[in-house]
């Protein structure tokens, strides 16, 4: 799933949990809830490859998500610091599977076959329609404007 759906869902539970550090831990499991559905993604071949000469622009994508991100929760938010706190918690598992790629010596490689072989098991062993796979993400993401406002 893109960091934008992963943020706002992150933000949404920061927003209306009281407790933060209940918040905190919801929001990181949120991301793996919302892996579990079909979804579209990043391409990480670049990365994985570590193919730096190709890289740019998959991290200009990765970059624009997260600003769009930052400033749909700014624009829809109370602008508490927890809500942005969660909404960074949310994209954790992701950045721990970047740095795996980057950094294999790092002791990351059950997260990341968690990650990406267990919780996303669902996903890489069935071709989902496209329209599916972007519909699951505008669900997430109405549910966490909802919320959010």
Known sequence: MILLVHMLFGAAI???IT???LAIILALLGHYFLDIFPHVEYSIDNL???NWKKILPD???VFMDFTAALLAIFL???NQPIIYFC???AIIPDGLTMAHYVF???GLAA???FHGEKIHYLTKQKKFPVFWRIATQVLAVGISIAILT
Do not use: C, T
């Open 14 to 16: 920061g927003s209306v």
């Open 19 to 21: 407790n933060p550090l």
């Open 48 to 50: 994985q490859n570590k």
């Open 87 to 89: 909404a960074m918690v």
């Open 111 to 113: 997260h990341d076959k």
């Open 76 to 78: 829809l938010s109370k």
């Open 59 to 61: 991290a200009a994508k």
């Open 104 to 106: 294999p010596k790092l």
